[in-house]
């Protein structure tokens, strides 16, 4: 399931492996990680789980939101807080709860996964998103925010996939789009598609300061572009 690509002598450097989840590449769909927790969906195998606490070094939550498995598309988290939707019941939202500050974003929104791109420094935050809402996520996260669409994606946040220090680029970000969301963030960003070609990059990525883990059809091309991460 799993194959190292880059595998450095001690824990220190940056790690990147492929994975799938039930033979899907879309790893990104059913876990969503930060520098200290993994929130993962029941569908996962334990294996799979077992292996992101040792990669990541991170405590997962084993839950759905809302019943939906794809808890990554749902949720929107850095390592202080969480923005999850209305949909979310209330043992779910009680097991997030236990380990972060969590914000129940009202409106039509589900996936704010997909809508939001957050690390522990900044946010960046589709326009889609009104901005007295976006004001009380940024702030429920512990970071300044910025507002904005590229062209005529609506979800950027499935366009990034981002640590505290580096993050993956959807190619179809331009370059000014992808440094301004790299100074709001304050990180090394390189663009490229995973799964061969996905151009939704956060779908197929996971990502911490310690390791990537990207879907198994990821190329070796792609595989060449992330590692220029770990320079």
């Given amino acids: 399931m799993w194959r ?3 595998h450095p ?5 940056l790690r990147i492996y492929r994975a799938s989840v039930r033979k899907s590449p879309f790893v990104g769909v059913y876990c969503a990680v930060s520098e200290d927790n993994a929130i993962v969906s029941p569908i996962v195998p334990y294996g799979f789980v077992r292996m992101l606490e040792k990669l990541f070094r991170v405590k997962p939550i084993v839950t759905t939101i809302g019943s939906i498995s794809s808890v990554g598309s749902m949720i929107a988290m850095n390592s202080t807080g969480a923005a999850v ?25 589900w996936a704010l996964g997909n809508l939001i791109v957050a690390n522990d420094k900044g ?4 326009d889609l998103i009104p901005p007295d809402l976006a004001s009380r996520i940024s702030e429920c996260l512990g970071v300044d925010y910025l507002r904005m669409s590229i062209g005529k994606y609506k979800a ?5 996939a981002v640590s505290n220090e580096i993050g993956v680029a959807s190619p179809v970000a331009s370059e ?11 990180i090394q960003m ?3 598609t995973v799964n061969d070609g996905e151009k939704l990059v956060k779908l197929g990525t996971l990502v911490n300061d310690r390791s990537i883990v990207v879907g198994k059809t990821t190329t070796g091309v792609e595989l060449m572009s992330l590692q220029s991460l770990s320079r």
């Fill in 4 to 6: 190292t690509l880059s």
């Fill in 9 to 13: 002598p001690s824990d220190a450097g």
């Fill in 85 to 109: 939707p209305t949909i979310i019941d209330e043992d779910e939202l009680t097991k997030i709860g236990k380990r972060l500050n969590v914000l129940v974003v009202e409106g039509r929104s």
């Fill in 123 to 126: 946010c960046v935050i589709s």
């Fill in 156 to 160: 950027i946040g499935s366009l990034f």
């Fill in 176 to 186: 000014e789009a992808v440094a301004r969301v790299s100074n709001v963030l304050q």
């Fill in 190 to 192: 390189v663009p490229t």
